[in-house]
Structure formats: C-alpha cells, structure tokens
C-alpha cells in the first residue's frame, strides 16, 4: 500500500457503459493525477488537479470527466467510452517534488 | 523539447549479475525519479534524487547534473527484482511537471 488507493483494481464495461473511477490518499498532499498507460507506451498524463482546481487537461475526449470534490479525492467518470480506451489508467498524488502512485486500474472496454 | 531517454529498452539477465539502467535528459531538471513498475500495474517510487548518489538496499541511483544522465544499479540481481524501471524527470520549480522515459524491461533469471 503506497498511500494512495484506486478502486476499483480492475474493470471491464461496455461502450454504453458509464462507470466511474476512484482515487483517495491521505499524505496531505495538494496536487493529484490521472495517467494513461496504454500497451508498450509510456505514461500519458491526463489531468492534473492543484488544490482541487484542474490545471492541467491534455486534450484529452469529453467521454473522460474528471471531479476532485476535495484534495484528497479524485474521480474519473467513464461514458460511451472506445475499446482503444483499454488501458491500465493510474492515479498519482504529490507534495513538491515527491510523487506517490497508485496501484492502477485496468480497464477493458468491450 | 523535453526529453528522457532509457536504455537499455530491454535487459534479460542471470541471477547475482549487476545491473546497470541508463537515463539521459535534455533540458536542466529540478529533480529526477527513479520507480518500479511490477507486471501488476502498480508503480512504486525508488528514489528522487537531484544530485550525487542515494542507496537503498541493493538499489544505488546515481545523477551527473552537468552530463544530464542518471544511472540506475542493481547489485546481486534477484528474480524479484524483475520489473520495468522507469525514470522521471522533474522540471519546473512551482508546478512540478513529469517527463517521463519509455522504460526498461528487467528480466532475472534464476
């Protein structure tokens, strides 16, 4: 356990599906991510929250919605998503310069 | 453009050799990650380091600031340790921003 808890571990839904991702951590720290990690790619970062306001959202499709209610949630809500969508997607809070990342979740997209 | 570079790409090896994981950068960084990620999906960071040389176990990571490259070493190589190594380097100095390297796949063999 790193300290920051994705739930679920792994998902599989249907392209009319809508689903939702969580994310939680208790270090304190301010800032939070999401990333993609599709097959044999490096990480693509997604979002990035600042105190619960996004400040970063890198051209990523609408189908992907991303809520921070507090800075120690983040969520990634999932609608009519694509199979290439399929990917293992982590959550990464920090503090400075330290990260600490999540265990993923894998999703399947059928 | 900011880049990090990893090689080998793919490194198989036998049990108790030493291991050695090389990473370059192209701009100034305020730091650099070293993290593992195991076939399961979950990334753990090894160490952040922004100059000279840490150690953790049998794990040594090394920085050259003025050659832009980082080394990461595996000494008495063990099964377990198989895994893929990824470096990250830090820029910015307020809002502090990934960059991430495509990855090292290690395989020890017994």
């Known amino acids: 356990e790193t300290g920051v808890t994705q739930t679920p571990r792994h998902l599989v839904m249907g392209m009319t599906n809508k689903k939702s991702l969580k994310c939680e951590q208790h270090?304190?720290?301010?800032?939070m991510y999401w990333y993609k990690q599709s097959a044999k790619k490096p990480l693509e970062l997604m979002f990035v929250y600042n105190f619960k306001e996004q400040t970063e959202n890198n051209s990523v499709p609408s189908r992907f919605s991303p809520e921070c209610p507090n800075s120690s949630h983040l969520f990634l809500h999932l609608h009519t998503l694509q199979p290439e969508d399929s990917a293992l997607y982590l959550c990464?809070?920090?503090?400075?310069?330290?990260?600490?990342f999540g265990s993923g979740t894998r999703l399947t997209v059928v | 453009k900011n880049e990090v570079e990893q090689s080998p790409q793919n490194l198989t090896a036998q049990e108790g050799e030493f291991i050695t994981i090389n990473c370059s950068y192209s701009v100034g960084i305020s730091a650099l990650h070293w993290l593992q990620q195991h076939p399961g999906g979950g990334i753990v960071s090894l160490f952040m380091l922004s100059s000279g040389k840490k150690k953790h176990g049998r794990l040594i990571a090394t920085i050259n600031i003025q050659e832009k490259h980082s080394s990461l070493h595996i000494t008495a190589s063990h099964p377990r340790d198989s895994a893929v190594y990824i470096c990250a380097s830090v820029i910015g100095h307020s809002n502090y921003q990934l960059i991430w390297g495509a990855g090292t796949k290690l395989i020890i063999k017994p």
């Open positions: 270090l304190g720290h301010n800032a």
């Open positions: 990464a809070s920090s503090q400075g310069r330290g990260y600490t």
